[in-house]
């Protein structure tokens, strides 16, 4: 990932030039202000993608932390055979 970096007065002049590089390489601007970082902007569809991206990292991280703990999951096969043989259970009451 290479670092975009450009002056705040950029985003106001070359709006169109810093929307198309967004969008050109997928990757964020970060735009300073009197020298310092103050924005990031990105292409909106990029900013999905990584936000799907942290989401299924976030699961993952989850479900390794729980296999860790010796929390074992249950495939979605056997929950729904076990929940149709609790419902006929009942219906045979």
Request: charged share 30%; net charge negative.
């Amino acid at each position: 990932m290479q670092t975009i970096i450009k002056p705040s007065a950029a985003i106001r002049q070359n709006y169109t030039e810093i929307s198309n590089l967004c969008k050109e390489t997928g990757e964020p601007v970060f735009l300073t202000k009197n020298g310092e970082g103050d924005l990031v902007v990105m292409d909106i569809a990029a900013y999905d993608q990584r936000v799907r991206q942290l989401e299924l990292r976030e699961k993952l991280v989850e479900i390794e932390e729980l296999r860790k703990a010796g929390i074992l999951d249950i495939p979605a096969h056997t929950v729904s055979e076990n929940l149709r043989a609790r419902l006929k259970e009942k219906a045979d009451v």
